[in-house]
């Protein structure tokens, strides 16, 4: 008996469910700047119940090419709609509208601006690859999860807004009316919507988008990553242009180069070495075989006999790898493990710890202690390890205010390991390849050059790294085909470091 359902229900009662959307969840950066909110944007599409059929498709045409869409598909979905629908084909951003838009919708009855709003970043590209999309859920994604969505239903695609969709999406509402035949409706049963929760990033707004700024004319793959030393946070996560969407500034593999000289100093200051020690800059070694030198314009006053202060602020290839006897198999790995290298954790979005394998040649072995051979390593790696050394001791970095992480089980740093590694990286600022950021205004800067050679399209090329830290800052600038570190990177961490200060 329908009376069961409801007393009201008549013979010919029919129930009406209707779902009522939740507000997404804001995601929120340092201090609570808003990150993705609620922003304006425009739908743009043919309106068929303006024109008639024929019409709607030409009109279809038309969209497609100032709108730069395969206008195909875009066809063909209209011509399928009903002869009252709007057929969204676009949604820009209220300020991004092309101007041949607005003029084919003030010449076109059938071409219609419809006005909406959407959970979006600042701008399109701002930190895209790590904070994902929101769009209309898909039929995989329906099929997947029948009870969760349907179709017109908005979901977090990728990125942030994916992993934290369940989050983020709230929990919608439901409407239940009794419809009668003459049209009349009762509401029967309502449930209101509970909004999304946000999520809070450790990431500064404005850093950001100066990192962004600073790689939007860089060619080749690009990042920038900038890390506060005290407590971890993530302060800048920046993919340039080049990256093809792709997330390389948490996520990127690429051999570290001389940046990982910073390493390669605290295990041989571990095995006897001080800054003071004597080691040997001959212009080449070989070592089974292989040939080893210096980067082409490796200064001549600093070869041969060498304090090892000076081998690390010159960036001495043939001293590290003729200090590598020193070292035992996992003395290169525990060094890494001290400095935030090489011992993974789930931070809650991806990122990648990078590698320090124990080498398998002599060759191989050679190879690691400049940074090449088994060595791995994303920009973020490298911001972690010079966050370290600033610091002292292990910095995990962070991106999510409710993700909690800590330092790896293996040995910290010692004080006096820490204040030697410190002062020889500060001589790479005075007096060795980074001294391009010798006059940065502020407390003292430490830093580190890398250059890292891999087959490439044209051959044998060069990727270019500079890592540094002042204060309260730490910074990685890599750019994947590059002269060197100092004359690719360093400019652009330069740039940074002085619009942060």
Known sequence: SRSIVEPSLTDTSVLDATTVGSARGEITGAGGQKIVTTRPVVDVGVDKSRVSAARA????????????????????????????????????????????????????????LIEGELPLAPTR??????????????????????????IGDQAGLSGLQARYDEQLRGTPGLVIQAVEED?????????????????????????????????????????????RPSDGAILAAA???????????????????????AVSSLALLRAGLTPDSTVSCPPTTVVDGKQFKNYSDYPSSGLGRIPFRAALANSCNTAFIGERD??????????????????????????????VEPAESETE???NMIGQGRILASPMTMAAVIASAQQGEVVVPRLLEDVKV?????????????????????????????????????????AKT????????????????????????????????????????GPILEQFLRVAG
């Open 57 to 112: 498709q030409v009109l279809a045409q038309q969209v497609a090419d100032v709108t730069g869409l395969d206008a195909a598909p875009y066809v063909k979905q209209v011509k399928a709609a009903g002869d009252e629908a709007f057929v969204r084909a676009i949604t820009y951003r209220v300020d991004d509208i092309p101007r041949p838009v607005h003029d084919l919708a003030d010449g076109s009855d059938g071409v219609a």
């Open 125 to 150: 590209d701002f930190a895209a690859p790590i904070l994902g999309t929101v769009g209309d859920v898909t039929a995989e994604m329906i099929k997947e999860h029948p009870d969760l969505y349907e």
């Open 183 to 227: 049209g009349t409706e009762t509401e029967l049963f309502r449930s209101d919507a509970a909004p999304g929760k946000a999520l809070a990033l450790t990431m500064d707004v404005r850093l950001q988008s100066e990192a962004e700024r600073l790689l939007a004319g860089v060619g080749p793959a690009s990042a920038i990553v900038a890390i």
């Open 239 to 261: 993919n340039g242009p080049g990256n093809g969407g792709q997330n390389l500034a948490t996520y990127g593999q690429y051999a570290p180069g001389s940046t990982f000289k």
């Open 326 to 355: 020193r070292l035992k198999d996992l003395d290169l790995f525990d060094a890494a493990a001290s400095l935030g290298m090489a011992v993974d954790h789930d931070l809650g979005f991806p990122a990648y710890f990078g590698s």
């Open 365 to 367: 072995a050679a190879a």
């Open 406 to 446: 800590k330092a790896p089980d293996h040995e910290p740093m010692s004080r006096g390991e820490a204040a030697a590694l410190r002062g020889m990286l500060r001589g790479v600022v005075t007096s060795g390849s980074g001294i391009g950021l010798a006059d940065v205004p502020g407390p003292e800067v430490i």
């Open 450 to 489: 890398g250059t890292a050679e891999f087959q490439g399209d044209r051959g044998i090329e060069t990727h270019a790294w500079m890592i540094a830290a002042q204060g309260d800052l730490a910074v990685a600038v890599f750019v994947e085909v590059g002269q060197s570190g100092s004359s690719t990177a």
